[in-house]
Every structure is written in structure tokens, then in C-alpha cells.
């Protein structure tokens, strides 16, 4: 009990803090509520702890023999980032008569979840911090996922939420224009990190 309070902790701290995930949930309330955002919500839900089985049953390995491939998904994630980013600083809203992007589908942001550096680094820290090699692998990494489950829920929708009430906020075309060129900013700035050595 005490390891999988340690692991919610983890996925707590390290799910309600900022990152692309989050930023593009809070981007998705404001221009397209929740309704319209609850498929991107549930992608983000299930497709990161499917992500950390993935990774804890077997591709940390593979990434091992081939490390190319890590390179080559850590390339298009900043690819597919940045496209994001410019996809939010050019969303226009509901104010200017003009047709707005759709906000990311449930399979979008289940693929998503394979190419965001914030991500990687939550699954492979909690797959090394929280397993063992006195026990067996795969049922570590079950727990893991289900705790990672079960906190990315209420995470998600804190920033769904949050991006709601910025849209009671945010009256005039200006004031959204100027919400989704600052987060397309601060999703920029998240790839800082994935590129720094």
C-alpha cells in the first residue's frame, strides 16, 4: 500500500503540473469546451498508461539494441509539437465567423502520448523508480499503470476545467488570440527540455 501511494504521488505531481498534455487540454477548453474536449481527455487517460506497459513489458529493450529508434520518435515528437503549437496560435474562435480546427480526437491524443518528451520521461522515471528486480516485472507494471490511470483522470480534468473558465474570461477575439499564441508559446517552451543535452 505504501508503494502504490508513493507511485500516485509521482504520477500526481508529476500529472498536474504543466506540460503539452495539459496545455493542449487547457487550449482545448477555451476554444472548444468540454464536450467537443472529452475525446482528447480520454485519449490522454488511457493512452499514457498503455504507454508505461509498453514500455515496461519490452520497448525500454528495444530502445536499448536500437537506440536510432528513440532518436527517430524523440524527432517527430518535436515535429508533431511544434505543428501543434502552430495549429493552437492559429485556432480562431467562435467570435470571428471563421471555422475552427477540431480539437484533437481520442485516437489523436492516444497517439500523442508516443512522440510527448514530457511523457517519456514520467513513464521510463516510473518504471525505474518503482520496480524491482526481487519481483516479478510485469505485475509492477500493471500497478503502475492502473495508478497512473487512476490519477491522470481528475489531473486531465482540473486543465479541461480550468480552460472552460479562462473561456468565461476571455470575451473579445483579441483576448483569445492573445490565450492561444501564449500557449502555443509555452508549448514551444516545453520541448526546451527534450532538446537540451
Same mark, same amino acid.
Given at each position: 500500500m505504501e508503494l502504490i501511494f508513493s507511485i500516485a504521488l509521482f504520477a500526481f505531481s508529476s500529472g498536474i503540473t504543466p506540460g503539452p498534455n495539459n496545455i493542449m487540454l487547457m487550449s482545448s477548453g477555451v476554444n472548444f469546451g468540454v464536450?467537443?474536449?472529452? /475525446?482528447? =481527455? =480520454?485519449?490522454?487517460?488511457?493512452?499514457?498508461?498503455?504507454?508505461?506497459?509498453?514500455?515496461?513489458?519490452? =520497448?525500454?529493450?528495444?530502445?536499448? =539494441?536500437? /537506440?536510432?529508434?528513440? &532518436?527517430?520518435?524523440?524527432?517527430?515528437?518535436?515535429?508533431?509539437?511544434?505543428?501543434?503549437?502552430w495549429l493552437i496560435a492559429n485556432s480562431s474562435n467562435k467570435l470571428t465567423g471563421k471555422n475552427t480546427p477540431s480539437p484533437l480526437s481520442f485516437i489523436q491524443a492516444v497517439a500523442f502520448q508516443w512522440v510527448n518528451p514530457k511523457g517519456w520521461i514520467?513513464?521510463?522515471?516510473?518504471?525505474?523508480?518503482?520496480?524491482?528486480?526481487? $519481483?516479478?516485472?510485469?505485475?509492477?507494471?500493471?500497478?503502475?499503470?492502473?495508478?497512473?490511470?487512476?490519477?491522470?483522470?481528475?489531473?486531465?480534468?482540473?486543465? &479541461?476545467?480550468?480552460?472552460?473558465?479562462?473561456?468565461?474570461?476571455?470575451?473579445? $477575439?483579441? $483576448?483569445?488570440?492573445?490565450?492561444?499564441i501564449s500557449m502555443a508559446l509555452l508549448l514551444v517552451l516545453s520541448i526546451i527540455p527534450m532538446i537540451a543535452p
Open positions: 464536450k467537443r474536449s472529452a /475525446p482528447h =481527455l =480520454l485519449g490522454i487517460c488511457l493512452g499514457f498508461p498503455a504507454m508505461v506497459l509498453a514500455i515496461g513489458l519490452g =520497448l525500454s529493450t528495444l530502445f536499448k =539494441l536500437y /537506440p536510432l529508434l528513440h &532518436l527517430v520518435i524523440k524527432c517527430v515528437g518535436i515535429a508533431y509539437l511544434l505543428y501543434l503549437a514520467m513513464a521510463i522515471g516510473a518504471i525505474a523508480t518503482f520496480t524491482t528486480m526481487e $519481483q516479478a516485472l510485469t505485475p509492477q507494471v500493471f500497478t503502475i499503470a492502473a495508478v497512473f490511470f487512476a490519477v491522470a483522470l481528475p489531473c486531465a480534468c482540473v486543465w &479541461l476545467a480550468f480552460g472552460v473558465a479562462l473561456k468565461r474570461i476571455l470575451k473579445n $477575439q483579441q $483576448q483569445q488570440r492573445v490565450f492561444n
